[in-house]
């Protein structure tokens, strides 16, 4: 997250999304802070569910960089963990798979 000049990070597998912030304490992932976690299957409800995971998990990045309030489900929990943070850092980015 350091390198790419965004202290916000999501980290994803197929049961929770973990909400990670930099504390910028140090420079190793001691610095890291778990803001939150969410049920994948949750966060992800809105995308389409015959695809393989790393193109779903895609497919709503593209989704919230380009129209983040019709991405994250309308559940307050969402909104109070993405909004402050994960929103801003995403809304407009481009979103592409690194191969």
């Known amino acids: 997250m350091f390198g790419m000049g965004c202290p916000n990070g999501l980290l994803f597998d197929n049961q929770t999304c973990v ?3 930099d504390g910028y304490t140090s ?3 001691g610095s890291f802070i778990k803001d939150g976690e969410v049920s994948t299957h949750d966060l992800l ?3 389409a569910t ?5 193109l779903r998990v895609l497919d709503w990045l593209q989704s919230m960089a380009s129209s ?3 991405a994250l489900p ?3 929990k969402f909104t109070e963990l993405f909004t ?3 929103v801003p850092a ?10």
Do not use: K, M, Q, Y
């Not at 995403?90 to 191969?99: C, F, R, T, Y």
């Open 27 to 29: 420079l190793d992932v």
């Open 90 to 99: 995403i809304s407009g980015s481009l979103v592409h798979e690194v191969a």
């Open 45 to 47: 409800a809105r995308v």
């Open 68 to 70: 983040w309030n019709t």
């Open 84 to 86: 402050t943070d994960i």
């Open 74 to 76: 309308t559940e307050g």
């Open 50 to 54: 015959n695809r393989p995971f790393d």
């Open 19 to 21: 909400i990670l912030r």
